[in-house]
């Protein structure tokens, strides 16, 4: 079990056929493709980047596996500006940078946080929140030491903050949070 494993069962038992997801960092496209699959030809995807070989590798894993999503180049902070209020199922964020890109290019807390809260009005009630947070290496630390006081702030009445724990794991290992709209 690990932080992807769990991530895609949750999402797995979140989204039906018709649904509409978001991927907040699409990265090299696998969390796009997957959501794509889960929400079948009449769901709708979006998904952010802020890097052009990110929006490039989504596009073409999509395209060789025959699915679809709106790959936008913009920020996760901008979602707003492509989703209403209260429609989507499940948002997906992995944060951290992109896999065989630029290091230097990755998620940062300032940005994070505004995406997270965008998301959380864009999701339904009942609909699921996954961020998987990234620290140690390149990145550091700032982004989760911001990201999760600010989660432990959300008003109880409205979220369910679930934040898994690698108690023996050593070396700062990628970990999820599941955010429940009620
Ligand atoms: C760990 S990767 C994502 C992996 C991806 N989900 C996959 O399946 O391959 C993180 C991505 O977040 C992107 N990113 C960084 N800041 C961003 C922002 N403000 N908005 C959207 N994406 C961002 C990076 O460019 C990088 O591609």
């Avoid at 929400?39 to 073409?60: H, Y």
């Avoid at 699915?67 to 492509?82: K, P, Q, R, T």
Wanted: glycine share 8%.
């Amino acid at each position: 079990m690990n932080a992807l494993d769990m991530v895609r069962r949750a999402v797995s038992e979140q989204l039906s056929p018709g649904d509409f997801a978001i991927d907040a960092t699409a990265g090299r496209g696998y969390d796009t493709a997957f959501l794509a699959r889960a929400v079948g030809k009449t769901g709708r995807v979006l998904a952010f980047d802020i890097q052009p070989d990110a929006v490039n590798s989504t596009r073409e894993l999509l395209a060789a596996e025959g699915l679809n999503a709106e790959v936008v180049l913009a920020s996760h902070a901008d979602m707003s500006l492509y989703a209403n209020p209260e429609t989507a199922s499940c948002i997906l964020f992995n944060l951290g940078y992109l896999p065989g890109g630029d290091h230097s290019v990755f998620t940062h807390a300032d940005s994070t946080i505004a995406a997270v809260t965008s998301g959380l009005d864009i999701l339904k009630r009942g609909g699921l929140m996954c961020i998987t947070v990234y620290s140690g290496g390149a990145n550091g630390y700032d982004e989760r030491d911001a990201l999760l006081p600010f989660l432990a702030s959300l008003d109880d009445g409205k979220y369910q903050v679930v934040k898994v724990s690698f108690h023996n794991w050593k070396k700062d290992p990628p970990f999820p949070i599941f955010i429940r709209k009620l």
